[in-house]
């Protein structure tokens, strides 16, 4: 039960910013309407808030299940910690009330844009420096949270303040509006702000609606309880607060682009921000290698991404291939290898980006990288979801190539799940193989055997190996970030070739010779494979429990 406050001693001034108890300009019922519908403005944006973290986090670092468990968790422990701390501030709730919304929409709204910098300034630099993002990730789920959890008792004071009522009925009104405000927020983020404005920008439009809703409130339904300083002093806060969203909005496309500079390079060609994904070409002319990022990890480097190719594709093609199935691979390139077989009829490509496709058809470069594929007649391409199109199909195929994300990728982990594995198995034809590009086997080590332990899972007899000695230069990893470890890498690429039958891993002598894949190496290489398989069985993973955590 909320009590009155003590009276202050005959003769002592009021705390700072606090006037006495003036009468309101507007009649009780508009001031409850007032504070309600502040109520619900400031709850959506704090969702938008929680909402960008989580996805500028994501974007940035990876792994978005973690990411949204550490903010949402940090989140929520701090709200309370924001509640406990308001209580100092109720005999002053306008004044503290205003204070708040002029921190949270400042804090909030750069959020994204401080996240980018650290990430595209200091990502590459290594040491204590690495966990950068992640640390401040934490400091501003922090801060946003405190400050979210001191809005409901000073809104609770404010609210009080019009017209007293029990307890119940007025945490009934505060929370109703503000659960209605985050529905509001948090369906305006990705359907709204995210597809028309971007992470940046609509994390800086959210703080400067945060704090005009504030400041309005404040100034306008309880300027009576305000010092004439208190007054001019959260003028002029929600005027610089203001300024400055203003300020990092009109130079957020000088923000953006000196960041990609940072994180890409100087020779960036394309930048492609589709509803999918952000696609990013660098390089390709004056002697400087073809580079291909796809938000922000480096699916490959033309310094060697025939060597990746080749050894995905070659192996799988030895036997029946007339009809291919390549999954992911939108850029060409496995498609490329394919092609160089004879008795090819139909390859299907299933991308769930149709920009991505668009960019490897029509840029210059890197159509003649994969040799224009796409103007192949037997080149048919599907925009579709992997897991969602092997669930639909009823065709059949010789070879099904996996080309896809690292499975530490979160939004690629069901496609490297035992459900997924058993639709490929469904799909292939008597005596048809999958290949599976499975992560570097000396880097993730218990990641690369969980997918071969899942592939074995969904009935299919495996066969790993690994392909090393990359070429100097950047090296592309499905999962390497843009600058730190995105270059001069040295390691391995991990594969496995399944079948119902044991697979037999052997390039066709008949076909085309690969041109950094010989068998020797190849067997070499996959002795080596063999040798490091872990002593027990691994479990499988599944869509209900993923197990990829190196």
């Keep these: 039960m909320i009590e009155p406050h003590a009276p202050a001693p005959p003769g002592a001034p009021p705390p700072w910013g606090v006037q006495g108890q003036a009468r309101l300009p507007v009649r009780p019922g508009i001031g409850r309407f007032l504070v309600l519908a502040g109520v619900f403005v400031c709850a959506a944006c704090g969702l938008v808030y929680e909402l960008e973290l989580v996805a500028i986090a994501s974007y940035l670092i990876g792994d978005s299940v973690t990411q949204a ?36 929409a400042l804090v909030g709204g750069c959020s994204a844009m401080a996240l980018y910098a650290v990430f595209a300034w200091t990502g590459g630099w290594g040491g204590p420096w690495a966990e950068g993002p992640r640390c401040l990730l934490v400091v501003f789920s922090l ?19 019009i017209r007293r009522q029990d307890p119940g009925g007025a945490v009934a009104d505060l929370f109703a509006a503000d659960y209605v405000g985050a529905l509001f927020g948090g369906l305006a983020f990705p359907f709204l702000l995210l597809p028309l404005l971007g992470q940046l920008t609509g ?14 409130l404040v100034l306008g339904l309880f300027r009576g309880d ?9 003028v002029v806060a929600n005027v610089v607060v203001l300024g400055l969203l203003a300020s990092a909005a009109v130079l957020v496309g000088d ?43 480096l699916r490959f480097s033309g310094h060697d991404e025939r060597r990746y190719h080749e050894a995905l594709v070659h192996p799988a093609m030895n036997g029946p291939h007339a009809r291919v199935l390549v999954l992911g691979g939108g850029d060409g390139l496995a498609a490329r290898e ?15 980006d149709a920009d991505v496709v668009r960019l490897a058809r029509h840029d210059a470069v890197l159509s003649a990288l994969n040799r224009h594929v796409y103007d192949d007649p037997r080149v048919h391409v599907v925009t579709a979801d992997a897991f969602g199109r092997l669930r639909g199909t009823r065709s059949t195929y010789d070879v099904v190539v996996s080309d896809l994300p690292d499975p530490r990728v979160t939004a690629a ?37 969980t997918v071969d332990a899942t592939i074995r899972a969904a009935g299919l007899r495996t066969r790993p190996y690994r392909v090393t000695g990359r070429d100097p230069g950047p090296a592309a990893r499905p999962d390497g970030r843009a600058g730190a470890g995105a270059a001069g890498s040295a390691g391995d690429w991990g594969f496995i070739l399944a079948s119902r039958a044991p697979p037999p891993l052997r390039l066709d002598p008949s076909l085309p010779r690969p041109r950094t894949l010989t068998q020797a190496d190849l067997t ?8 490091s398989r872990f002593p027990r069985p691994l479990p499988p993973s599944t869509l209900v429990h993923p197990r990829y955590t190196d």
Excluded: C
């Design 338 to 352: 394919v092609l160089r077989h004879p008795g090819v009829r139909r390859v299907d490509i299933v991308e769930p």
């Design 413 to 449: 982990t069901k496609l490297y799940s035992q459900e997924f594995y058993g639709l490929a198995r469904r799909v292939l034809a008597p005596g048809g193989r999958l290949v599976v590009h499975a992560g570097p086997l000396a880097d993730r080590h218990r990641t690369f055997w």
């Design 524 to 531: 070499a290489d996959a002795r080596a494979a063999s040798r």
């Design 69 to 104: 468990s550490v903010v949402l968790s940090v989140m929520v422990f701090a709200m309370g910690v924001g509640s406990l701390a308001a209580k100092r501030l109720s005999p002053r709730a306008a004044a503290g009330f205003g204070a708040v919304e002029a921190a949270l």
């Design 143 to 161: 801060t946003i949270g405190l400050l979210i959890g001191a809005e409901v008792p000073l809104l609770m004071e404010l609210i009080q303040r």
């Design 203 to 216: 994390a800086l439009l959210t703080g400067a609606v945060n704090v005009i809703a504030g400041g309005a």
């Design 226 to 234: 305000l010092t004439r300083r208190a007054r001019w002093t959260l």
């Design 255 to 297: 923000f953006e682009r000196a960041a990609r500079h940072a994180l890409y390079g100087a020779d960036t060609r394309a930048v492609l921000r589709t509803g999918v994904q952000e696609a990013v070409l660098t390089g390709g002319t004056h002697g400087r290698p073809l580079r291909f990022f796809l938000d922000g990890r």
